[in-house]
């Protein structure tokens, strides 16, 4: 797991991760098993729904006579303690040619206290009572081959597909589930079509890495049924053996989104546009995806901050072409030299098509091509070969074109895992105009229960050049250690910590001191829901000195519909006096109406301030009004919209201004894509 991203990856996790069960008819209450029983790498028997069998009905009640013939998956543990919760889930799974049916029964001792408040779909669950189900079809043991499908305890639905994939239905595929309150708890059934899933071509059973999970809010314990540990090692998680897939059956699938485009403007000229989207699916382990005059002006994009940096910020793309399959182009790897791909660094083109997927059982590949034409052209591929469950290799090339300048680079990249030390080391060449240097970076890591270390080295050329990556710097060489240790407290006033140090020894290659400076920072939560940030970085740059202390408290920490902070930075930036400072909020007003505000004002050679406030006003799961307002210094940006999207049909935008501008676009701008 990436040092620099292991606490968020953690939290991130416990977003996708819940729990299955069975239905009511089983047994309520379960022994209590040996304190020396090994959970991890728990198997269960595939056990399909007869030809003459008839399957549940999706409405959460699991009284379905066809649950009693179901497999079952008992006994969650706290992977913390590798110890079994006291909220108990259980778990019926069973399938067909079509569909994959799992149903929870989740027990709870005081029912009153279930917490759900999340009702868009794919919106992030983590503040909720939910459960998920984590399919591994080809059994890579790794996070972007994993298909999650998650359901909070009001129904709410929140899918993750291998690979990743964009927030279209009509690309994502649909799959049901729904939610009952029962008298010790809650249960759920799910529906989950073969269809939308990458899954081996075969005629032989095959076996499927499974897990099935649980978060309870009110206690913010996350259970499992096959034991991963707090490390998250996923070569622990279970098998669904002997699964027939549905290979037989199967017909490549073609899907067209055509979009029309009027927009009306007071100082430009207005305009119609149209182009169409293309998804092609010609096997259950690939997909193609092409667009021609692809437009984004409805997509909000992240809005870049304005806190000092030494290096240019990175900002997350929100593009859907980009999004699908983009775990296919990405190393994740950014702590080592950076991202070699950033989509980003594309902005307009005519036409694009990429293909992603498996090509066999253990190798993965991701193809892209973009073309402005007369103007650019970009390639890029990774292709990964798993050597193991904890070990496997990539190889990745990028190519950019444009008269006047041409960049290629090449990476090859290995990590590996043995218990708990492994080492990861990547190896890249760049060429071209104004390139020809080389970047590498090898690394040895620890993780423990809950520790994590790692001892990096790196290089990068003065001339290397990745016109398509993010590179914060180049010409530097040097060590970067990384240690952190976190815990979780199931009784008490404090609920956890974690506590991090990550010096750095960085010199240019003249021989100069170039970076030398160390951080550390501390996070502790409460019972009461608050958590306390501190953090304080000091070193050198160059003749550069910095020193900085941050203080960042926030109230309501696992409830955005009720969360507010305050945060707070002084010291000095490059030899200058710096303070920085804002609060940030997060609210639901009546039932409908979420707001969320937050501010970066700076004092560092002058005075600098951020506002940004969102609201949405959600009529309905499909039909919503948004708008955000952006003051960024003395530049203001405002828009407002109406969205009705997510019916598997016509999809209706309609946008006053434009959310990317750096200031108001007098535009007005309407926009249906159409289902085909």
């Known amino acids: 797991m990436p040092p620099l991203l292991k606490p968020l990856a953690q939290k991130a996790t416990l977003l996708f991760s ?39 009905v999706i409405d959460g009640d699991l009284s379905d006579p066809i649950w009693l ?47 759900a408040r999340e009702t ?26 994993y298909s999650i499908f998650m359901v909070n305890a009001i129904g709410t639905r929140s899918a993750r597909l291998s690979g990743g994939r964009a927030g279209k239905v009509e690309w994502q595929g649909d799959w049901s589930a729904a939610v009952k309150r029962v008298a010790d708890g809650w249960t759920v059934e799910m529906k989950i079509p073969w269809a939308i899933l990458s899954y081996p071509r075969t005629r032989k ?27 998250f090692f996923s070569e622990r998680e279970g098998l669904w053996k002997g699964v027939d897939t549905p290979v037989q059956g199967w017909k490549p699938r073609l899907s067209f989104l055509p979009y029309l485009m009027p927009s009306l403007s007071l100082k430009d000229k207005s305009e119609i546009r149209s182009g169409v989207d293309i998804r092609y699916q010609p096997t259950p382990e690939l997909t193609a995806v092409a667009t021609i005059a692809p437009d984004f002006a409805t997509v909000e994009g ?37 991202r070699l791909f950033y989509p980003t660094r594309i902005g307009s083109m005519d036409t694009a098509i990429k293909l992603y997927g498996k090509t066999d059982n253990k190798t993965s590949i991701g193809v892209l091509s973009t073309f402005d ?10 292709v990964r070969r798993e050597q193991g469950a904890t070990s496997g290799v990539n190889f990745m090339a990028l190519q950019h074109l444009e008269k006047g300048a041409d960049n290629t680079v090449l990476a090859l990249v290995q990590d590996y895992r043995k218990g708990k030390w492994g080492y990861d080391t990547q190896y890249i060449q760049s060429l071209g105009q104004g390139a020809g240097g080389a970047a590498w970076t090898t690394a040895l890591n620890l993780q423990d229960k809950n520790l994590f270390a790692t001892l990096r080295y790196r290089y990068v050329a003065e001339d290397f050049l990745d016109t398509l990556g993010y590179i914060p710097f180049t010409n530097n060489q040097g060590l970067t250690a990384f240690v952190d240790w976190s815990n979780v407290w199931r009784k008490g006033y404090w609920r956890g910590f974690e506590v991090g140090w990550n010096p750095t020894w960085n010199w240019d ?26 953090f304080l970085n000091g070193g050198k740059y160059y003749d550069d000195t910095d020193f900085t202390y941050s203080f960042e408290f926030t109230r309501n920490v696992t409830n955005r519909f009720r969360k507010w902070g305050l945060n707070f930075t002084t010291g000095q930036q490059a030899n200058l006096p710096y303070t920085s400072y804002g609060p940030q909020f997060s609210f639901r007003l009546g039932k409908r109406l979420d707001v969320i505000y937050s501010a970066y004002l700076q004092s560092y050679q002058g005075f600098s301030q951020q506002h940004i406030l969102t609201m949405n006003y959600e009529i309905n799961p499909f039909q919503s009004f948004g708008g955000r307002v952006v003051i960024d210094n003395s530049a203001v940006n405002a828009y407002l919209s109406y969205r009705n999207t997510g019916r598997k049909g016509t999809d209706f935008y309609v946008i006053i201004g434009d959310p990317n501008a750096q200031s108001f676009v007098q535009r007005l701008l309407f926009k249906w894509v159409f289902a085909v």
């Open 18 to 56: 819940l729990a299955l069960l069975s239905a009511p008819l089983f047994a309520q209450t379960q022994p209590a098993p040996a304190a020396n029983t090994n959970y991890a790498n728990r198997s269960i028997e595939a056990v399909p729904i007869p030809k003459s069998g008839r399957p549940p």
């Open 69 to 115: 013939t179901a497999t079952k998956a008992q006994t969650f543990v706290d992977p913390q303690q590798s110890k079994p919760v006291n909220e108990q889930t259980e778990v019926s799974l069973l399938y067909d040619a079509e569909n994959i049916y799992v149903a929870y029964y989740c027990h709870d001792s005081k029912p009153d206290g279930i917490v």
């Open 120 to 145: 868009v779909r794919d919106a992030q669950l983590r503040n909720d009572d939910f459960v998920a189900v984590e399919l591994d079809p080809f059994l890579t043991y790794k996070f972007d081959g």
């Open 205 to 231: 059973p095959v076996n499927i890495g499974i897990n099935f999970r649980r978060f309870h809010q009110r206690t913010q314990v996350l259970s499992m049924w096959s034991d991963i540990g707090a490390q």
């Open 302 to 338: 992240a809005v870049e901050g304005i806190n000092f940096s030494r290096s240019e910020r990175y900002v997350q793309d929100h593009r859907p072409f980009f999004l699908e399959g983009q775990d296919h182009f990405d190393l994740g790897r950014p702590y080592q030299i950076g």
């Open 373 to 382: 034409f007369g103007n650019q052209s970009n390639f890029v591929m990774n």
């Open 509 to 534: 290659l003249k021989g100069l001191p170039f970076q030398r400076n160390a951080s550390l920072f501390a996070t502790i939560e409460s019972r009461n829901d608050n958590a306390y940030n501190f």
